[in-house]
């Protein structure tokens, strides 16, 4: 195990062009003689997408069918239990579960989807720049034994991706049993740097979907929100990473890419790669919307539910026998907690006030406390072992276990982020608040046919998202187009800290968004280009990713008049 070397493993980012120059100076290390055993506390082999099966890698071409039903699918090792998952059936007895799905840029995705759950559905893809007809709006979710059909092309940038269900009232539950995939587009920018550092999907490109599960002692999962959970999310008892409880990665010597998706329900992360305690630095790559024009070294990143990161990790001056460990460090979850003064609107404060006496009695500041120690586990009222949101967790070791020659450098430019011409002074105000329970957008709750958004086709508009003082953080996400943080105003410490420009940004609200993380008593500035190629009104959402405050209404309409 690792007590050592902070100084070489911190500064593997900056190695990261030294390429061959750097390889030729070293002494090769020993291989050891005995063979790699996982440790206690990590011992479930990662599962990475293969060629078919469960999150195997199914690229996409004729039309196909994807149903989503229940079926066996051990979760702990050795102990079959039930999920729902998203199945393809191909040619050859091929069978795929929540497969990762693969596509370049401008190709057509054509496919029926047969829902077999009791209740209704419908998918939706995430980040994906379709029409309302194919966007999986919770207006056209069908019954159980009914279909949908999708026909649409893809004309998003490569990123990373992910398609999840989305009924009104039941996405937080059929998302937590199981039903949430990875979409990958790859275009040109991507397939350059993919040859530039020898990636590929499954080996050396891992996407890593994180979402936090309870299990019972038969491994089977657990969803049985109070109406604590459904107020402010329900939250398991440990980090899955692709549906491994428990797991290490075995890598060699080399570069690393992880495509993280934050699939939990309504755990937030601060994520971070830990040397022993120290976290090393990475470098980020890619966010919601594909790469950054150039590659970003952080050390810590938040990642809220619905966001994506992609990151580098480079191994090249690490050495066999060493261990990383992927965690999420402590933080203060803020939630429900004055603002910082001046933010907070007249009359909120009444207002918040019964809510904050019933529904949010489980979290108080002791558990914010217990955080900013970084304790392994604080224990909530009533509720053993559920950390509560900032409680700093383990979420997989990288062994490294293999010497390998690696002589690349990540390209000084990844790609071309445009920006767009708009500045954070003449804004659509978004309100994030809550009533008695239940939170809101700009004071109204979600209904089917309500538009209380509606935008010229074709217009450029900066909204600012401000989030009540008294709050929670909100992941804001919009659907139908990828946007631009301008700024960050009002943040906390915790956010300020990583602020990489004069705006307040961090690495992870570069380049292109669809989700981005609202502090209680922030506002973030975002710029987005109402410009799209389909014909007549198209009717989109706008919504809070914690599933339980979307499912509870957090969600509205947004209407795009051609
Ligand atoms: Cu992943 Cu409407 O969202
Ligand atoms: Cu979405
Ligand atoms: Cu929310």
Redo the contacts with the bound molecule.
């Keep these: 195990m690792t007590t050592r070397r902070n100084v070489i493993l911190g500064s593997v980012g900056a190695a990261a062009g030294l390429g061959a120059w750097w390889y030729s100076q070293r002494t090769p290390a020993p291989v050891p003689s005995t063979p790699f055993k996982p440790t206690a506390d990590f011992p479930n082999r990662l599962r990475v997408p293969g060629a078919e099966g469960f999150f195997g890698v199914y690229d996409i071409g004729q039309h196909f069918t994807i149903s989503a039903k229940a079926a066996q699918q051990a979760i702990v090792p050795g102990k079959p239990a039930t999920l729902l998952v998203y199945e393809i059936e191909g040619e050859g007895n091929k069978v795929w579960r929540n497969p990762v799905l693969r596509l370049k840029k401008g190709g057509a995705v054509k496919a029926k989807h047969w829902n077999g759950l009791p209740d209704t559905s419908i998918i939706h893809w995430h980040g994906l720049v379709v029409d309302s007809n194919n966007d999986g709006h919770p207006h056209y979710a069908v019954k159980g034994g009914e279909t949908y059909e999708y026909q649409f092309t893809v004309p998003n940038r490569a990123a990373t991706y992910w398609y999840h269900p989305h009924p009104h009232h039941f996405t937080g539950k059929q998302v937590y049993l199981g039903l949430a995939g990875f979409f990958i587009v790859e275009d040109d920018d991507e397939i350059a740097l993919q040859k530039a550092l020898d990636l590929k999907l499954g080996e050396t490109d891992i996407p890593l979907m994180l979402h936090d599960r309870r299990l019972d002692a038969q491994g089977q999962l657990v969803f049985n929100p109070t109406d604590e959970d459904k107020a402010d ?1 329900f939250l398991g008892e440990q980090v899955l990473v692709n549906w491994t409880p428990k797991p290490h990665f075995e890598a060699a010597t080399r570069l690393y890419r992880f495509r993280l998706l934050n699939a939990s329900n ?1 755990r937030m992360y601060k994520l971070a790669i830990l040397n022993g305690k120290e976290p090393v630095e990475f470098q980020v790559i890619a966010s919601d919307g594909g790469l950054l024009n150039t590659a970003q070294k952080a050390r810590e990143i938040f990642l809220s539910p619905g966001e994506r990161v992609e990151v580098l990790l480079d191994l090249r001056l690490a050495k066999v026998g060493d261990a990383l460990t992927l965690a999420s460090l402590g933080f203060d979850p803020m939630e429900h907690e004055e603002g910082p003064p001046g933010t907070e609107k007249k009359d909120e404060k009444k207002e918040s006030k019964p809510a904050d006496k019933s529904a949010h009695a489980m979290h108080g500041k002791a558990d914010a406390k217990a955080a900013d120690k970084g304790d392994k586990k604080a224990e909530t009222k009533g509720k053993p072992d559920i950390p509560e949101i900032g409680v700093a967790m383990d979420v997989m070791r990288i062994h490294v276990t293999s010497k390998v020659a690696y002589d690349r450098a990540v390209p000084a430019k990844l790609s071309t982020v445009m920006p767009t011409p708009a500045n954070c002074g003449t804004a659509r105000t978004i309100y ?1 608040d809550h009533e008695k329970m239940v ?1 809101r957008i700009n004071g109204q709750t979600y209904t089917h046919e309500a538009t209380p958004i509606t935008v010229k086709k074709g217009a450029v508009e900066v909204w600012e998202i401000k989030n009540a003082a008294a ?6 996400h919009i659907h139908g187009f990828q946007y631009q943080v301008l700024e960050r105003k009002g943040s906390p410490e915790q956010q300020k800290k990583l602020a990489v420009n004069a705006q307040g940004l961090a690495v992870t609200d570069l380049g292109w968004k669809d989700t981005v993380l609202v502090w209680p008593g922030e506002s973030v500035c975002i710029a987005i280009d109402f410009s799209h190629d389909f014909y007549g009104n198209q009717v989109y959402m706008i ?4 599933l ?3 499912d509870q209404g ?1 969600m509205l309409n947004l209407k795009i008049e051609a």
């Excluded at 709050?471 to 804001?476: E, G, I, K, R």
């Excluded at 919504?543 to 914690?546: K, L, M």
Aim: charged content about 10%.
């Design positions: 999310g309504a994030l939170w709050s929670m953080p909100h992941p804001f919504h809070c990713h914690n339980e405050h979307e957090m």
